[in-house]
């Protein structure tokens, strides 16, 4: 009896036992990781693959959906079968039926030895805030397939890195197949250094000779060694070097491809200033003897201090912090230094625009003064008074923001005008025809048909006399002066010769006796 009744009472308690988790919020079970979802929200290729480049970054999100009757805590643990993981977020709370996204930064070591489909898993830690020391682990598998770019995989043994060896054994080996690939790229760099170039520069250089084969003399070599350092980096993939010399032998021939490129940048730079300089003087406008040394000067410091840059990014410095200490710089010296810059630039504008040359006679603006051009600099502008040889600088921004009439930019040849006022009633046509001789007598005055031919006419109806104009061109403006004075001697005694008289202002006054008489 005492049997029975004991067997009873151990088959309730086991049942009880048994029903216990139909009561708990994780029906299914004690492990509380059960009824939360884990999904990828990530750019797939079409096998369901991720394509990732060994020593570059790539983000994978993880979609995380508590479908569970209880709140969850989710804690990333790690990610096994790649390098280097870093998540968005360590830790997320969600309540029933939320879901929240956690990003994990993934990278391989850029010196992989080995590339193809890697299993990675991604495993998370859930348990409930009620019961934390109740753990579940999920796992969440991804294949990845890592790619090297110093790896030698890809062109191990291939004729330039991309077709498979055709020659017979013992000759299909990586070794005889590296040689025949620098042979290769030797035959293509020799065609581009010394039969694409020169027909290039033929387009460029055509009719400055000397130039043309100077700059192909100092550039081609350059080029042919540019080229056979690219075939160098080819090379140690085909003979399937290491990754580590694979990367240093890159790392030697970038910064060797800069300063390479910036030579052969110099170079090409010095060639097309010259002609620059070669063409502005065949037509007629030769620049300022200074303008060369300045141009060589500023591409100095700007090929300088892009190479520098560029070298210094090569070797792991951050570019963007360098051109940002630069900028800085440079703003502070442009803010402390404005007046001198603007000064600089407008010099600068003027030595390259050439509005006028030393010796040119300017006017600037409305002055009638007339200027002589002595000298540019890059500061400031020296110019004689022309009428009274006063010599004075101006600075050049004040210069360049004037408007130039250029007197003598293109001849120095200059029109002359002499007028002459005759009384009402005289001869018109033989006072036009006397001044018009005594023009076309001087022997300054331009009559070969270069210049409009001597002319004389009416100029103007006066209060008591008329206005004869006669002009003509002098072959030189400074002694217009001179001329127009000899002109007007010359008018005046033919005038007289034939009586033509010249008027004179005349002011009549009448005066009455009878206010006379009475005043005085």
């Not at 210094?312 to 570019?319: E, M």
Request: glycine share 8%; hydrophobic share 45%; charged share 20%.
């Amino acid at each position: 009896m005492h049997a029975k009744r004991t067997l009873l009472f151990a088959a309730i308690a086991i049942l009880l036992l048994a029903a216990v988790p139909l009561f708990s919020d994780n029906a299914e079970g004690a492990d509380p990781s059960v009824d939360v979802k884990f999904t990828f929200a990530v750019g797939l290729n079409d096998d369901g693959h991720m394509g990732l480049i060994a020593g570059k970054e790539k983000k994978v999100n993880v979609i995380v959906q508590n479908d569970s009757g209880g709140a969850r805590y989710v804690r990333f643990d790690d990610v096994v079968g790649i390098d280097h993981s870093e998540p968005s977020k360590s830790l997320i709370f969600l309540d029933p039926g939320r879901s929240d996204v956690i990003s994990v930064t993934i990278s391989a070591d850029k010196y992989i030895g080995t590339v193809g489909n890697r299993d990675v898993r991604f495993v998370f830690e859930v348990y409930d805030p009620a019961v934390p020391e109740d753990k579940g682990y999920r796992e969440l598998h991804l294949t990845v397939d890592i790619t090297s770019m110093r790896g030698a995989e890809n062109q191990f043994n291939k004729i330039m890195g991309i077709w498979d060896p055709f020659l017979p054994e013992p000759f299909d080996t990586a070794l005889y197949t590296t040689v025949l690939t620098l042979l290769i790229w030797l035959a293509i760099a020799v065609l581009i250094a010394y039969g694409l170039f020169p027909a290039v520069l033929q387009i460029f250089f055509r009719t400055a000779k000397e130039k043309r084969h100077l700059a192909k003399k100092k550039i081609q070599r350059p080029i042919l060694s540019l080229i056979m350092l690219y075939a160098a980096t080819v090379c140690v993939h085909v003979i399937g070097a290491g990754e580590y010399i694979i990367s240093a032998v890159e790392a030697v021939v970038y910064i060797l491809f800069i300063l390479l490129g910036a030579q052969i940048a110099w170079r090409l730079y010095v060639a097309a200033t010259d002609v620059m300089i070669v063409r502005a003087a065949r037509r007629g406008r030769p620049p300022h003897s200074s303008i060369l040394p300045l141009l060589r000067m500023i591409g100095k410091i700007v090929i300088g201090m892009v190479t520098a840059g560029a070298v210094l990014a090569a070797i792991g410095f951050d570019l963007m912090i360098i051109v940002a200490g630069a900028g800085v710089i440079g703003l502070a010296i442009s803010f402390g230094a404005q007046s001198t810059l603007a000064q600089f630039f407008s010099g600068f504008t003027l030595l390259i625009t050439r509005p006028f040359k030393p010796g040119d006679l300017v006017r600037l603006n409305s002055d009638p003064d007339v200027l002589k051009v002595v000298g540019v600099g890059f500061m400031t502008t020296t110019f004689k008074n022309w009428s009274n040889s006063e010599v004075f600088t101006m600075p050049n921004q004040k210069v360049a923001a004037s408007t130039i009439v250029n007197i003598t930019a293109e001849t120095s040849h200059f029109r002359v005008t002499v007028l002459v006022r005759v009384p009402y009633g005289t001869d018109i046509a033989l006072a036009k025809r006397l001044a018009l001789e005594a023009m076309t007598e001087h022997p300054r005055i331009m009559q070969d048909g270069s210049e409009e031919m001597p002319k004389s006419r009416v100029h103007d109806l006066g209060d008591s006399y008329l206005v004869v104009r006669v002009s003509g061109f002098v072959d030189d403006f400074e002694d217009n002066g001179s001329i127009t004075a000899e002109i007007r001697e010359a008018i005046y005694r033919k005038y007289n010769e034939f009586g033509v008289e010249i008027a004179v202002p005349k002011m009549e006054v009448e005066l009455d006796r009878d206010d006379w008489d009475k005043k005085y």
